[in-house]
């Protein structure tokens, strides 16, 4: 039997600090840029790849807006609301690195609809995260 999958977060500089499992198949990763003051979304879903492993599908991307340095890209469509909507054209993650300033906003996690800051599933110690999808330990 194969084991529950989602992901696995871990303080790449704290290595003692035990990583955490959130049982989840789908998610939106949200910030707010800390210039411009612009917010992101980002979509991603878990599947297994053809050997069996887990694997981070990008799905829809979202900017509401533009600013320097922040273009959205060529093929994303601009909506009325104000958002730029794309489909990212990487293939399948292994891992994210987040990188989490104690001097801007944290992440917003979001499943179903509701979202919470990042901090509320995994504390920051200021550096990065590493997100990476993965089974149930």
């Not at 060529?74 to 989490?100: C, M, N, S």
């Not at 944290?106 to 110690?125: A, F, K, Q």
């Amino acid at each position: 039997m194969l084991g529950a999958l989602g992901v696995c977060l871990t303080l790449a500089a704290a290595p003692r600090v035990p990583p955490r499992f959130v049982p989840v198949r789908a998610f939106t990763l949200a910030w707010t840029h800390s210039i411009e003051k612009i917010r992101w979304e980002e979509d991603y879903r878990i599947e297994r790849d053809a050997a069996n492993q887990p694997v981070l599908i990008p799905g829809h991307a979202r900017i509401l807006g533009s600013g320097a340095g922040m273009d959205p890209p060529p093929d994303a469509v601009h909506h009325a609301d104000g958002w730029y909507e794309y489909q990212p054209h990487t293939g399948p993650l292994r891992i994210l690195r987040l990188t989490r300033s104690p001097y801007t906003a944290d992440y917003d996690w979001c499943v179903g609809g509701s979202c919470e800051p990042l901090r509320g599933i995994m504390p920051t110690d200021g550096d990065v995260t590493l997100l990476a999808p993965c089974t149930a330990p």
